[in-house]
C-alpha cells in the first residue's frame, strides 16, 4: 500500500525558509524509474508543479520558482525534502508530494496536502 | 516553456450529459499528457495516464485522447460524482506544466 505524507510548519514568515518533508511508504525511491513530485495549490486556484526527484538523483524545477527551490532525497528513510526560500504571502498554497511513475510521468498516488500560510 | 491550454475553464451540464474537456500544448509533447480529477478539499486523483491510457479503478466512462497538441478528456454519460475540476498535466518536458483546470458544475 502505497502512502504519502507531508510535515512541516503550517505559518511562516515573508524571507523566510520553508522546509517541507514527504515521508513515504510502499515504494522506494532506490527503485529504477521511481519518483517523487511536489504540486502545491493556492486558495481558489489551479494546480502548480513545482520540482521533481528521481530515483537516480536527477532534479527538475519550476522555472519560475527554480532559484528558489531545492529538492532531496533520504533514500533510507523513505524521504523526500522540499525546501524554499525567501517566503512570500503569495506562497500561501497547499503543498502536495506525490509518486510520479511510468513513461508517462503519471502521478498515481498524492499526499493528502498541508496547508502552509506564509504571514507576518 | 511548454503552456496547456483548457477549455473551456468552467462547464455546466447535467447528469447522463456527453462532457469534453480541451487541453492544447504550445508545442509538440507526443501522448505525455495526463488527466486529473480534483473534488473541493481533497487531492488530485489520477484519471487518464499516456493520452489515453485508463488508470486502474476509474470507471471506463471516462476516456483520453489526442496527441502532439491537442487532446480531449471525454465523460459519458455524466454521473453526479463527477461534478469536480480537471486538469490536464504534460510530462514531455520541464517545467511540467499543469492546465489551468476546467470546473464541471451542475
Known amino acids: 500500500q502505497v502512502t504519502l505524507k507531508e510535515s512541516g510548519p503550517a505559518l511562516v514568515r515573508p524571507t523566510q525558509t520553508l522546509t517541507l518533508t514527504c515521508t513515504f511508504s510502499?515504494?522506494?525511491?532506490?527503485?529504477?524509474?521511481?519518483?517523487v513530485t511536489w504540486v502545491r495549490q493556492p486558495p481558489g486556484k489551479a494546480l502548480e508543479w513545482l520540482a521533481r526527484i528521481d530515483w537516480d538523483d536527477d532534479k527538475l524545477y519550476s522555472a519560475s520558482l527554480k532559484t528558489r527551490l531545492n529538492v532531496s532525497k533520504e533514500t533510507s528513510k523513505n524521504q523526500v525534502v522540499l525546501t524554499m526560500t525567501n517566503m512570500d504571502p503569495d506562497d500561501t498554497a497547499t503543498y502536495y508530494c506525490a509518486r510520479m511513475v511510468g513513461l508517462a510521468g503519471a502521478i498515481d498516488y498524492w499526499s493528502p496536502g498541508t496547508l502552509v500560510t506564509v504571514s507576518s | 516553456d511548454i503552456q496547456m491550454t483548457q477549455s473551456p475553464s468552467s462547464l455546466s451540464a447535467s447528469v447522463g450529459d456527453r462532457v469534453t474537456i480541451t487541453c492544447r500544448a504550445s508545442?509538440?509533447?507526443?501522448?505525455?499528457l495526463n488527466w486529473y480529477q480534483q473534488k473541493p478539499g481533497q487531492a488530485p486523483n489520477l484519471l487518464i495516464f499516456g493520452a489515453s491510457n485508463l488508470q486502474s479503478g476509474v470507471p471506463p466512462r471516462f476516456s483520453g485522447s489526442g496527441s502532439g497538441t491537442d487532446f480531449t478528456l471525454t465523460i459519458s454519460p455524466l454521473q453526479p460524482e463527477d461534478f469536480a475540476t480537471y486538469y490536464c498535466?504534460?510530462?514531455?518536458?520541464?517545467?511540467?506544466?499543469f492546465g489551468q483546470g476546467t470546473k464541471v458544475q451542475i
Open positions: 498535466h504534460q510530462t514531455y518536458s520541464a517545467p511540467l506544466t
Open positions: 510502499g515504494f522506494s525511491l532506490a527503485t529504477t524509474a521511481m519518483r
Open positions: 508545442q509538440s509533447i507526443g501522448s505525455h
